[in-house]
């Protein structure tokens, strides 16, 4: 069975950066494509970024593009969310998804089969 779990959330200044974390296990990691998805209170679960799992290459939602950037390294079998210039608004439960059906991008929610259990960011002076 697939997991996904998260780590690197907290509390951060506006401006301030922090790296999230998510570390796989339960199947072979390079044939997934992962994201990022993040979720505001009231609000829907919204896409950030996402890494396919053939060539490496990155989606970011307007809002973040510029200021995050997705990683993951196969041999550790990990993703990582780095946000720098963090505002206010990033404040959210941060979420990572993996799928191993889907090929490419998958920058919708309903593309993901597996969940972490999510890590909060707050974003507050």
């Known amino acids: 069975q697939v997991q996904l779990v998260e780590s690197g959330g907290g509390l951060v200044q506006p401006g301030g950066s922090l790296r999230l974390s998510c570390a796989f296990s339960g199947d072979t990691f390079r044939h997934y494509g992962m994201g990022w998805f993040r979720q505001a209170p009231g609000k829907e679960r919204e896409g950030v970024s996402c890494i396919s799992s053939s060539d490496g290459s990155t989606y970011y939602a307007d809002s973040v593009k510029g200021r995050f950037t997705i990683s993951r390294d196969n041999a550790k079998n990990t993703i990582y969310l780095q946000m720098n210039s963090l505002k206010p608004e990033d404040t959210a439960v941060y979420y990572c998804?993996?799928?191993?059906?889907?090929?490419?991008?998958?920058?919708?929610?309903?593309?993901?089969?597996?969940w972490g259990q999510g890590t909060q960011v707050t974003v507050s002076s």
């Open positions: 998804a993996g799928d191993g059906r889907r090929f490419g991008l998958l920058t919708r929610r309903d593309d993901y089969e597996y």
